[in-house]
């Protein structure tokens, strides 16, 4: 079982930015991807980017160009840079680990993520 702590999240204004953390524990070592969603209220929860390993990346055609996704392999921890924030962007955010970029099978279980909010 992976464990995961998501961090980061706060109150900012549109056009600000965020970076949010995401820590891994546990067994880790079959962690090939970690992937970044989100979820507003009354709406499913949405993939944000993901990352491989080595580096390869995914991004959902909202936040190309505003969102880095990007992690650190010997902390098992991967990051996202979220700039040029809007209030569509609203959500809780949460993280989670992947044995592949294309996998849609979680390692670990959903947390409380982080809130983000937008405000205009």
């Known amino acids: 079982q992976v464990q995961l702590v998501e961090s980061g999240g706060g109150l900012v204004q549109a056009g600000g930015s965020l970076r949010l953390s995401c820590a891994a524990s546990?067994?880790?070592?079959?962690?090939?991807?970690f992937g970044w969603y989100r979820q507003a209220p009354g709406k499913q929860r949405e993939l944000v980017a993901r990352?491989?390993?080595?580096?390869?990346?995914k991004y959902a055609d909202a936040v190309k160009g505003r969102f880095t996704i990007s992690r650190d392999n010997a902390k098992n921890t991967v990051f996202l840079q979220m700039n040029s924030l809007k209030p569509e962007d609203t959500a809780v955010y949460y993280c989670?680990?992947?044995?592949?970029?294309?996998?849609?099978?979680?390692?670990?279980?959903w947390g409380q993520g982080t809130q983000v909010t937008v405000s205009s």
């Open positions: 989670n680990a992947y044995t592949s970029l294309g996998s849609q099978i979680p390692l670990g279980s």
């Open positions: 546990g067994i880790t070592f079959s962690i090939n991807a």
């Open positions: 990352i491989s390993s080595g580096g390869s990346t």
